[in-house]
């Protein structure tokens, strides 16, 4: 991993952490390669700039070095997940990553995420807000974990903004947080966010995962819910499975109770790789190998171990039918070569 600095070298960077509920990483280099004429921009950690206010997205778009584009804030909208600011400013391929600035005060108001990817959508694009990033930098500079709470909880979708905190499922252990559906989540006790969505939760409880007490509306009462939740592992600390130009890993869909799926799963595959040539996709889920049940990435490894180099094993994946019709998944059957077998721990394949 590499940083750049105009009309400088490129310089080793490496990762400090990865949010396993925003689209946000955190990496660091030497402050000795920033060079002194340098002008570092001020994060603006406060509240969200207002519809209409002027940015600029910086970034490397399609490769064209140090860009910027200009556009406004069009909205803010939790419909993807995470809440992001809207804005027309250009974001492609090469400035996600980037900045976005305030053209009016010149603080960095957040980080450039991602576009619409309909066929008729024309500037519509998604910012990370820059005040829950802070929220992650300041954890970190006390030295306490930043991580958000494990929460097993299905939440209404916010499909016509309510903008309400409403719980479907519940998979929690009552005597950690007595959650039950139907509840409305209204506040965080001592916290003066107002949950109007799944991410203001996770941002109220950053940091005060332990005795915290949650204000909820339930049927036409108002109760006060204390519990403790523990944070969510290190994204660096997950393990997985690299051969071939796959990479498998553990399954950490929240909902897993409701459905059992499964435990491995495919986290990516590699452009080009023999498991991109064989049609294996991002999301299948592992159901057998060489007609064996795998119930571990342990389990999956050792036997793959003893497997010799450019021997072909076969998978037995399931993949979430589209459309489902009669059946939520459909099944398929490969035969790939196993290359460049690999474990991957702390975020290094070895």
Same mark, same amino acid.
């Given at each position: 991993?590499?940083?750049?600095?105009?009309?400088?070298?490129?310089?080793?960077?490496?990762?400090?952490?990865?949010?396993?509920?925003?689209?946000?990483?955190?990496?660091?280099?030497?402050?000795?390669?920033?060079?002194?004429?340098?002008?570092?921009?001020?994060?603006?950690?406060?509240?969200?700039?207002?519809?209409?206010?002027?940015?600029?997205?910086? *970034?490397?778009?399609? @490769?064209?070095?140090?860009?910027?584009?200009? !556009?406004? /804030?069009? &909205? $803010?909208? +939790?419909?993807? #997940?995470?809440?992001?600011?809207?804005?027309?400013?250009?974001?492609?391929? *090469?400035?996600?990553? @980037?900045?976005?600035?305030?053209?009016?005060? !010149?603080? /960095?108001? &957040? $980080?450039? +995420?991602?576009? #619409?990817?309909?066929?008729?959508?024309?500037?519509?694009?998604?910012?990370?807000?820059?005040?829950?990033?802070?929220?992650?930098?300041?954890?970190?500079?006390?030295?306490?974990?930043?991580?958000?709470?494990? #929460?097993?909880?299905?939440?209404?979708?916010?499909?016509?903004?309510?903008?309400?905190?409403?719980?479907?499922?519940?998979?929690?252990?009552?005597?950690?947080?007595?959650?039950?559906?139907?509840?409305?989540? #209204?506040?965080?006790?001592?916290?003066?966010?107002?949950?109007?969505?799944?991410?203001?939760?996770?941002?109220?409880?950053?940091?005060?995962?332990?005795?915290?007490?949650?204000?909820?509306?339930?049927?036409?009462?108002?109760?006060?819910?204390?519990?403790?939740?523990?944070?969510?592992?290190?994204?660096?600390?997950?393990?997985?499975?690299?051969?071939?130009?796959?990479?498998?890993?553990?399954?950490?869909?929240?909902?897993?109770?409701?459905?059992?799926?499964?435990?491995?799963?495919?986290?990516?595959?590699?452009?080009?790789?023999?498991?991109?040539?064989?049609?294996?996709?991002?999301?299948?889920?592992?159901?057998?190998?060489?007609?064996?049940?795998?119930?571990?990435?342990?389990?999956?490894?050792?036997?793959?171990?003893?497997?010799?180099?450019?021997?072909?094993?076969?998978?037995?994946?399931?993949?979430?039918?589209?459309?489902?019709?009669?059946?939520?998944?459909?099944?398929?059957?490969?035969?790939?070569?196993?290359?460049?077998?690999?474990?991957?721990?702390?975020?290094?394949?070895?």
């Amino acid at each position: 991993m590499e940083v750049g600095f105009k009309d400088r070298d490129f310089v080793d960077a490496y990762k400090v952490y990865v949010d396993p509920y925003l689209d946000l990483a955190i990496i660091a280099i030497d402050n000795s390669f920033i060079p002194p004429e340098s002008v570092m921009p001020e994060l603006d950690c406060g509240d969200m700039p207002r519809v209409g206010h002027t940015v600029g997205a910086f *970034g490397h778009p399609w @490769g064209l070095s140090f860009t910027g584009t200009r !556009g406004i /804030i069009s &909205g $803010i909208t +939790s419909r993807f #997940l995470q809440e992001d600011l809207q804005t027309d400013a250009p974001i492609n391929q *090469g400035n996600s990553g @980037g900045p976005l600035i305030s053209l009016q005060h !010149g603080k /960095i108001v &957040g $980080i450039n +995420s991602a576009t #619409l990817a309909e066929k008729n959508a024309q500037n519509v694009n998604f910012v990370l807000p820059m005040k829950y990033a802070c929220r992650i930098l300041e954890l970190l500079r006390a030295g306490r974990n930043p991580s958000p709470p494990e #929460l097993p909880v299905q939440f209404l979708k916010d499909v016509d903004e309510r903008r309400k905190l409403r719980v479907v499922n519940s998979f929690l252990d009552p005597e950690k947080l007595s959650l039950k559906p139907g509840d409305t989540i #209204l506040s965080v006790e001592g916290s003066d966010e107002k949950l109007e969505n799944e991410t203001r939760l996770m941002h109220a409880l950053r940091g005060h995962l332990e005795n915290f007490s949650l204000v909820v509306k339930r049927g036409g009462d108002t109760l006060r819910i204390r519990g403790s939740l523990a944070p969510k592992p290190y994204i660096l600390d997950r393990k997985g499975v690299y051969f071939s130009g796959i990479l498998f890993g553990n399954i950490y869909y929240r909902d897993k109770k409701v459905m059992p799926v499964g435990d491995i799963m495919v986290h990516s595959v590699q452009k080009g790789s023999i498991g991109n040539l064989g049609n294996n996709e991002k999301g299948d889920i592992l159901d057998g190998v060489d007609g064996h049940d795998i119930r571990s990435l342990e389990d999956f490894y050792g036997g793959l171990g003893r497997v010799k180099d450019h021997e072909k094993i076969t998978l037995r994946l399931k993949r979430f039918a589209d459309p489902p019709v009669d059946s939520v998944f459909e099944y398929i059957e490969q035969t790939i070569k196993v290359e460049d077998l690999r474990w991957v721990s702390q975020g290094k394949r070895s």
